[in-house]
């Protein structure tokens, strides 16, 4: 399997991300996007004000990437969110799971206290099979709040875990 580099994302790297997050959201199974998004709507997700985001190279290319912000402002800053995405072609092979432990280890290194997931469609079980194993627990559920593209209303989970922990 090849290696995996993650490095922080330049606006240059918009041009490998696109086509990553035209894929993911056109599937309507785990992105409230519509499929119809639109370049602008990608790139103010990806690089908008206040937004961190990393890339995961493989084999010279952009197989994925995450954003790392502020769960809530002000009073609630001290806990981290995120969002990814894979490349459909490179999953199963790693990526989620190096991107996601290195999200872990820069929240932290950030003085973040906490990392929340608002919005984990419930039926991406390969999404909440690895925020279980990276130390995640479910914290609640949103009854039928994704309109999911084939399955129609799907719950939704907020996810939660504390970074004192160290990533397992």
């Given at each position: 399997?090849?290696?995996?580099?993650?490095?922080?994302?330049?606006?240059?790297?918009?041009?490998?991300?696109?086509?990553?997050?035209?894929?993911?959201?056109?599937?309507?199974?785990?992105?409230?996007?519509?499929?119809?998004?639109?370049?602008?709507?990608?790139?103010?997700?990806?690089?908008?004000?206040?937004?961190?985001?990393?890339?995961?190279?493989?084999?010279?290319?952009?197989?994925?990437?995450?954003?790392?912000?502020?769960?809530?402002?002000d009073?609630?800053?001290?806990?981290?969110?995120?969002?990814?995405?894979?490349?459909p072609?490179?999953?199963?092979?790693?990526?989620?799971?190096?991107?996601?432990?290195?999200?872990?280890?820069?929240?932290?290194?950030r003085?973040?206290?906490?990392?929340?997931?608002?919005?984990?469609?419930?039926?991406?079980?390969?999404?909440?099979?690895?925020?279980?194993?990276?130390?995640?627990?479910?914290?609640?559920?949103?009854?039928?709040?994704?309109?999911?593209?084939?399955?129609?209303?799907?719950?939704v989970?907020?996810?939660?875990?504390?970074?004192?922990?160290?990533?397992?």
């Open positions: 399997m090849p290696s995996v580099r993650i490095r922080e994302a330049a606006r240059i790297d918009f041009e490998g991300i696109w086509p990553i997050f035209q894929a993911v959201v056109a599937r309507a199974d785990s992105y409230v996007f519509s499929p119809a998004a639109t370049r602008d709507d990608a790139f103010a997700y990806w690089f908008g004000t206040g937004v961190l985001s990393f890339v995961a190279e493989m084999d010279g290319r952009i197989a994925g990437m995450y954003k790392l912000i502020p769960n809530q402002r009073l609630g800053a001290h806990v981290a969110n995120a969002s990814f995405m894979v490349a072609e490179v999953r199963r092979h790693g990526v989620g799971e190096a991107l996601g432990r290195h999200c872990l280890e820069e929240a932290r290194r003085g973040f206290d906490a990392m929340q997931f608002n919005f984990v469609v419930s039926t991406n079980t390969g999404a909440v099979a690895l925020w279980k194993k990276l130390g995640f627990k479910i914290a609640g559920t949103l009854p039928k709040a994704f309109r999911h593209g084939s399955r129609g209303y799907v719950d989970y907020v996810m939660h875990r504390f970074l004192d922990a160290g990533v397992e």
